[in-house]
Nanobody
């Protein structure tokens, strides 16, 4: 089991950037990792995911070419670089982990508590 703690959220104006971090309690070498978000009144949605070694990534259409997911397994840390932020990116962002069973699934097992991102126009 892995415990996840996100940080790096905050308030930013449209067009700005933020970098989210997620530190795991143990090693994450054998986990696919992902970022999700949930806006008020909306369902949680997958944002990006990354394979165990970082060679494969996948992004939701809404964030493609603006967000970059990466990981540092030696530091047990997952990152999400968010550029060209839009007001519609406002949400609680969650880090998640799952054993390597299906890279193209948004079905994750372990979740952090979330970090709030607010983008003003």
């Amino acid at each position: 089991q892995v415990q996840l703690v996100e940080s790096g959220g905050g308030s930013v104006q449209a067009g700005g950037s933020l970098t989210l971090s997620c530190v795991a309690s143990g090693n994450i070498y054998n986990y696919y990792m992902g970022w999700f978000r949930q806006a008020p009144g909306k369902e949680r949605e997958g944002v990006a995911r990354i394979s165990t070694g970082g060679s494969r990534t996948y992004y939701a259409d809404a964030v493609k070419c603006r967000f970059t997911i990466s990981r540092d397994n030696a530091k047990s840390t997952l990152y999400l670089q968010m550029d060209s932020l839009k007001p519609e990116d406002t949400a609680m962002y969650y880090c998640a982990a799952v054993g390597p069973r299906n890279f193209y699934s948004w079905d994750f097992d372990y979740w952090g508590q979330g970090t709030q991102v607010t983008v003003s126009s």
